[in-house]
């Protein structure tokens, strides 16, 4: 799995938060790579772990949460045995965050400018007023910003510019992984396809990797290259996008897949059910035993480890079984 | 009495002074007939005005000017009883399956305070069937639900009993406002379906106010698009997200994302620089800032509505005052359907 351009490799990262009746496990050995210049899209229903595993990357997890085991190598040294200070250092120099809800994460009694100057100036010391207003300037014009914002305040401004403003942010201090956390989920779909093409756009530019966290498998489908999908705590399948929609090897993959509605045919719904586990007391074997179609008496007995059953295309499921050529096939139940 | 559960007559809101305000909802005219029950979609993006109406329609603030007549009766001249009435014939599903319950209170405590305040029951065992039955329209059980707290169940499962509450008072009109965009997209369908079910089977008509324009094509009978507080177009749900008349509502169809990695949105847009001021002053089309096709009347005058297909389908663009057929957008439109093909 170790490729060249492999720029952020996760392994075995486990999270967890500690409750009165015991620890819930949003993150439960979680392993994936992100390749240098792709946006990869993680996806899966609330509660499934996806903002606790980049949390995790990111090193934001707060009490009662906490790192319990794993590695987070990112170009080539290992973030979670950084000390607080050389953490703080590599955030948004080497890995910084579009936030879930671009309206509440920017400063209300700052203007955006200042903001930004000042993720600028505390990493890289003070800098001359001329050479950081062009700075500005010049992020505003990658994302698309009219120079006009500079000395506006978050509340003149509509959620699409204030998403790409946090989009401008991020990209301040030349990062190599952006994390954006559902960062386009409440816009309405022009605006949210305008933020999705600044973002395509900065990853041509900057060859900059992005991790997406979102459960709009429509956008998914629009905008990232490879596609991992995570259920209660763990990772389920990951795929280039185009297998992953072409031929979804998980049946989780699958649900997710059928059941978004299209705007060509008009079709019965697919119904079902949410996380039907508490949390804290998850089944035995395979986590989505319990709502999956294809349950056998192997999945309760043990957890289905991560296998290739497809270039590039890694799935958990007791169902893909090698055959005598040693080629992972799914039986037919 | 009047055949229409409702009728909206020349209604306008206006959010500050009439002059000078923000116009939520421009001159805006609609019935919805008694039967057959439909689910009626209210689309637009954020601050077009969608949850406007369903304000208005749930009696939580009075127009500026117009009327809107329920049963032929307009329902700022309610007395108390036709008040009582009215609160219990319509009913609201809002956003947020998550805040709109009492951390502290079991499900069941939900339906007991229904069932307290309008008498529905004469008896413990008849409130207990009455619940169940409503439960069982969501495709719930009592058992499996009632005795558990809110954060014990699912967004989805928490919505559903929110719409199986207002079954229980056997509403005429439920006015669901974004029902199901907290509500993860693998659990959506639990939900529509359940409005679809309650419109066939209890005859209730829905109010559907959404901005995912996928679910409206799923199970909207009728629908209307509004665009900065004016209906951009309407007709039923199929011959609408099919056909698109008005160049907004082509321009928003053309962004819903596709579940196809092969089939990418066609080509790049640009929002305009400037917003138009939404004040009552403020002459023209709304959407001309932002049109490919404005023409130079577009800045100064209001387009009324015009048939572009049968079943009363409506565009409010000048392109169709001479009929469906667009004036003169041959060039733009075979661009368009060049880029989709690619």
């Known amino acids: 799995m170790r490729n060249p351009e492999t720029i952020l490799e996760v392994d075995d990262l486990r999270v967890y938060y500690a409750t009165p009746q015991g620890d819930v496990k949003a993150c439960d050995g979680v392993s994936f790579d992100l390749r240098s210049g792709e946006i990869l899209g993680l996806v899966g229903e609330s509660g499934s772990g996806k903002s606790t595993a980049t949390g995790g990357v990111l090193r934001t997890i707060g009490s009662p949460g906490r790192i319990v085991s794993g590695t987070v190598t990112l170009d080539g040294e290992d973030i979670l045995k950084y000390d607080d200070e050389k953490m703080r250092q590599t955030r948004w120099q080497k890995l910084s965050l579009i936030p879930q809800g671009a309206m509440n994460s920017l400063n209300p009694t700052m203007t955006i400018s200042d903001q930004i100057a000042d993720v600028i100036e505390t990493h890289e010391g003070r800098q001359p007023a001329d050479a950081l207003r062009e700075r500005i300037m010049t992020l505003f014009r990658r994302v698309g910003l009219p120079e006009r914002i500079y000395s506006m305040y978050p509340h003149e401004l509509s959620g699409g510019m204030k998403q790409r403003a946090c989009i401008a942010m991020s990209i301040a201090l030349d990062p190599l992984v952006i994390v954006a956390d559902e960062a386009t989920s409440a816009l309405d779909v022009v605006v949210q396809r305008v933020v999705a093409q600044t973002m395509l756009k900065i990853k041509r530019e900057l060859n900059v990797s992005f991790i997406m966290i979102g459960h709009d498998m429509g956008l998914m489908a629009q905008v990232v290259d490879r596609l991992a999908v995570m259920y209660s705590g763990q990772l389920l399948e990951i795929a280039a996008v185009r297998d992953m929609f072409a031929r979804p090897a998980h049946p989780y993959s699958e649900i997710l897949i059928e059941s978004v509605p299209t705007l060509t045919e008009r079709k019965p719904m697919k119904i079902n059910e949410g996380i039907t586990h508490d949390p804290r007391n998850p089944p035995s074997g395979c986590i989505f035993r319990l709502r999956c179609p294809h349950a056998m008496p192997v999945c309760s007995e043990s957890r289905p480890d991560m296998v290739e059953v497809h270039p590039e295309q890694l799935v958990a499921c007791h169902l893909w079984k090698k055959d005598e050529n040693g080629s992972y096939v799914r039986q037919s139940v | ?342």
Request: net charge negative; aromatic share 8%; with cysteine.
């Open chain 2, 1 to 342: 009495m009047s055949d229409n559960l409702f009728e909206i007559r020349n209604v306008s809101k206006i959010y500050g002074p009439e002059d000078t305000g923000l116009v939520a909802l421009s001159e805006y005219s609609f019935s919805i007939p008694k039967e057959p029950a439909k689910i009626i979609t209210i689309a637009g993006e954020s601050g077009s005005g969608k949850s406007t109406l369903g304000e208005l329609l749930l009696r939580s603030s009075p127009p500026t000017r117009g009327e809107i007549l329920f049963e032929g009766v307009d329902i700022w001249k309610f007395n108390d009883q036709q008040k009582r009435d009215y609160h219990r014939h319509v009913q609201a599903v809002f956003q947020d399956p998550f805040g709109v319950y009492n951390p502290f209170y079991r499900i069941r405590h939900v339906f007991d305070m229904v069932l307290k305040n309008y008498r529905l029951a004469s008896n413990a065992t008849q409130g207990r069937e009455l619940t169940e039955e409503a439960l069982n329209a969501v495709g719930l059980r009592g058992d499996d639900v009632l005795e558990k707290y809110p954060h014990q169940l699912s967004g989805g499962q928490r919505q559903r009993i929110m719409i199986a509450r207002a079954t229980m008072l056997k509403p005429k009109f439920i006015v669901a406002d974004e029902p199901v965009s907290m509500v993860d997209a693998s659990l959506r369908a639990s939900i529509l379906d359940v409005m679809m079910k309650l419109r066939d089977d209890f005859g209730i008509s829905f109010l559907y106010v959404t901005h995912d324009l996928s679910t409206a094509y799923q199970i909207g009978d009728q629908i209307l698009l509004l665009y900065q507080g004016t209906v951009a177009e309407h007709g039923n749900a199929v011959d609408v997200i099919t056909q698109p008349k008005h160049p907004y509502v082509q321009l928003l169809i053309d962004s819903v994302p596709k579940p196809d990695p092969d089939n990418p949105w066609p080509g790049e847009i640009e929002l305009p620089a400037e917003e138009a001021l939404r004040t009552p002053s403020a002459k023209g089309c709304r959407f001309c800032p932002r049109c490919p096709q404005r023409m130079p009347r577009c800045e100064t005058e209001s387009p009324e509505r015009y048939d572009v297909g049968p079943d009363g389908h409506q565009a409010a663009c000048f392109l169709y005052e001479n009929g469906p057929m667009p004036s003169k957008t041959k060039e733009s439109m075979s661009v368009d359907e060049s880029n989709e093909h690619v």
